[in-house]
């Protein structure tokens, strides 16, 4: 019985490992989270651009495991988006904030389009790849464009 209920409780760590979400301690704090997460993500996406490319070659699970932690990366950096936190490390324009919907919205577009990156990813459909990573990067593009400065 024991047994069962701390297999329950994996489980549901497991199906809901953000429902946690990171704490910061203060703007700086969150600015370096956020800026990790896009870090790490940009160079899984990277992984996947130079195979896109055809600068290196395609190998199935590689890529599979880099759309994985993208996907999951993905949802990470948007809630350390705090208040005040337009620091001058940050990049960050502060149409974040003043046009949040129009943020939330890009960032949503671009997790549904990890999400089908990470799907293509496992068919190992190598035009399936190419077609999902542009238009991936076409979501993070678009709110750079918008939201990141130079
Ligand atoms: C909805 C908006 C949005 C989307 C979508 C988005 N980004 Fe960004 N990104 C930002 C903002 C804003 C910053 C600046 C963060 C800061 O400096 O506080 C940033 C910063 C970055 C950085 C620099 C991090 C650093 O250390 O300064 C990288 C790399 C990056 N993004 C990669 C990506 C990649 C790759 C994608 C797509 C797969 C993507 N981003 C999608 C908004 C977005």
């Known amino acids: 019985m024991k047994f069962a209920i701390a297999t329950a409780f994996a489980a549901v760590a497991i199906a809901a490992p953000l429902s946690s979400y990171a704490q910061f301690q203060n703007a700086d704090a969150a600015v370096k989270y956020r800026q990790g997460a896009f870090t790490v993500m940009g160079a899984h996406f990277a992984s996947i651009g130079a195979?896109?490319?055809?600068?290196?070659?395609?190998?199935?699970?590689?890529?599979e495991q880099d759309a994985a932690v993208i996907e999951t990366l993905a949802k990470l950096p948007w809630h350390a988006f705090t208040p005040n936190s337009a620091t001058p490390a940050s990049k960050a324009k502060p149409e974040v904030w003043s046009e949040a919907d129009k943020f939330k919205a890009g960032a949503e577009k671009m997790q549904a389009e990890t999400v089908k990156l990470s799907a293509a990813a496992r068919s190992g459909d190598l035009a399936a790849i190419k077609a999902s990573f542009g238009a991936t990067a076409q979501t993070c593009k678009a709110c750079h464009d918008n939201f990141r400065n130079k």
């Open 51 to 63: 195979v896109v490319k055809g600068e290196k070659p395609y190998d199935k699970l590689s890529v």
